[in-house]
């Protein structure tokens, strides 16, 4: 069974910068499409960005991030990497990483994705 350990989160200014990053431990990314989400609070959880772990790499983004963030990764560590730039108070949630057994079409719906990591904070000041 794939464990998700996210990790990176914390506090920053508006126009700031953070990474998050996402490691798998009883498994490996492949044969998944990883995702990360996010939740405010009293919100529903939405999707931020998605990528097709195979060898043709896609990368899928909320209209809310695209341009800000990027998704990508990491071959030597191990790890799906949300960078976070231009950070908006908007940003503000718990960062969630996930992974669909949808591996060539990530979906962009929390139902699609199986596994889950236990979330990590992000707090954007203005």
């Known amino acids: 069974q794939v464990q998700l350990v996210e990790s990176g989160g914390g506090l920053v200014q508006a126009g700031g910068s953070l990474r998050l990053s996402c490691a798998a431990s009883?498994?490996?990314?492949?044969?998944?499409?990883m995702g990360w989400f996010r939740q405010a609070p009293g919100k529903e959880r939405e999707f931020v960005a998605a990528?097709?772990?195979?060898?043709?790499?896609?990368?899928k983004y909320a209209d809310s991030v695209k341009g800000r963030f990027t998704i990508s990764k990491n071959n030597s560590k191990n790890t799906i990497d949300l960078q976070m730039n231009a950070m908006k108070p908007e940003d503000t949630a718990i960062y969630y990483c996930?992974?669909?057994?949808?591996?060539?079409?990530?979906?962009?719906?929390?139902?699609?994705?199986?596994?889950w990591g236990q979330g990590t904070q992000v707090t954007v000041s203005s």
């Open positions: 996930a992974a669909s057994n949808r591996a060539y079409n990530p979906p962009t719906a929390p139902s699609e994705y199986y596994y």
């Open positions: 009883g498994g490996t990314f492949s044969g998944f499409a």
């Open positions: 990528i097709r772990t195979t060898a043709i790499i896609d990368t």
